[in-house]
């Protein structure tokens, strides 16, 4: 590694985890702190130095990196950061937030001497322990080279979407991006529902899309999850799609657009929340069906 870090992980839930691992991983010096501090505990063993709060965590902090479940968990966690945030500081935002939620964010940023660099991922628990996940990220160039270390330990690529981080630009391909993997996995809780319902085999409705160009291999590990009951622990979990799920149509509404099926896909993933399920893999919206 040509440049070692000094990061902050505030979040260590699935994906933040996983991160602060490939962080300490490339040889940098992190930090970590989660709302439930057990979460920290198996990432003290890699290394990772446990901060007793926000603030503590990013005290002298290079980098600060954010997974935390919303825009509202973020203003809040990174307000109780302000005390220790060395002034100048790059600020990696990797929670999934809304389109209306990053002029928010940069706003934030300015107030607490933060230069922000908007960082949404895309890949799930898997790819994300392994290091692979892929950066959908916007900030100036100045700024990049600042925070590439960081980038190239989580991911295995980045994209840049644009040059100003309030502009929201890698915010609204991760929405995109997100509108297919929610409507693919609800596709696939419906199409086993079905499959079931009138005495179709799951396996020979995928005998027939076997090798053709509708054989995805998303749908194939989704249903697998489902036949399987290997719902927990999740890699994307129900209540964390259901807040992605109205994120998107609160950015289609935003446009004056309206989108069916993600509306009826968001209130799927609320009514299975609602049974219970809220902490089991996305895949779980199946039993929306029933
Ligand atoms: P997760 O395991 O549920 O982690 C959520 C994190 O947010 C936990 O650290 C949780 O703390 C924290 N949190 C929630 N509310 C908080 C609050 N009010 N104050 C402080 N901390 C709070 O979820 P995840 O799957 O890692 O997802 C994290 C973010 O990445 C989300 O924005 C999600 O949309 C995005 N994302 C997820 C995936 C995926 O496949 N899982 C992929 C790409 C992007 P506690 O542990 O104390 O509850």
């Excluded at 992190?30 to 709302?35: C, G, Y």
């Excluded at 609204?172 to 997100?178: A, D, I, T, Y």
């Excluded at 309206?258 to 509306?263: I, P, Q």
């Amino acid at each position: 590694m040509d440049t070692k870090l000094k990061v902050a992980v505030l979040g260590t839930g699935i994906m933040g985890a996983a991160m602060a691992r490939n962080l300490l991983r490339a040889g940098h010096d992190v930090a970590v702190w989660n709302r439930d501090a057990a979460k920290t505990e198996p990432l003290a063993a890699d290394g990772a130095r446990r901060a007793t709060d926000p603030a503590n965590a990013v005290e002298a902090a290079d980098v600060v990196l954010t997974m935390l479940y919303d825009a509202a968990a973020v203003e809040e966690v990174i307000r109780a950061a302000a005390p220790g945030i060395r002034a100048g500081a790059a600020w990696v935002q990797s929670t999934t937030v809304g389109v209306r939620d990053v002029p928010v964010l940069a706003a934030l940023a300015g107030d607490v001497g933060l230069d922000l660099v908007e960082a949404p991922v895309s890949g799930t628990r898997a790819p994300a322990e392994a290091g692979q996940l892929l950066v959908l990220a916007a900030a100036p160039d100045a700024l990049r080279p600042r925070v590439a270390p960081v980038l190239d330990a989580i991911g295995a690529r980045t994209i840049w979407t644009g040059q100003d981080a309030a502009a929201g630009s890698a915010t609204r391909l991760k929405l995109v991006v997100n509108s297919w993997v929610i409507a693919a996995s609800n596709a696939a809780g419906e199409v086993v529902a079905l499959a079931e319902a009138l005495d179709v085999d799951p396996q020979q409705f995928l005998g027939v899309l076997d090798g053709g160009g509708l054989d995805l291999p998303y749908l194939r590990t989704k249903m697998g999850l489902i036949t399987g009951q290997g719902l927990e622990p999740a890699s994307f979990a129900v209540d964390t799609a259901r807040k992605d799920a109205h994120l998107i149509v609160d950015a289609a509404a935003g446009q004056g657009l309206k989108l069916d099926g993600a509306e009826a896909f968001a209130a799927r993933l609320d009514r299975v929340a609602g049974q219970g399920r809220d902490k089991q893999d996305m895949a779980a919206a199946y039993y929306a069906s029933r």
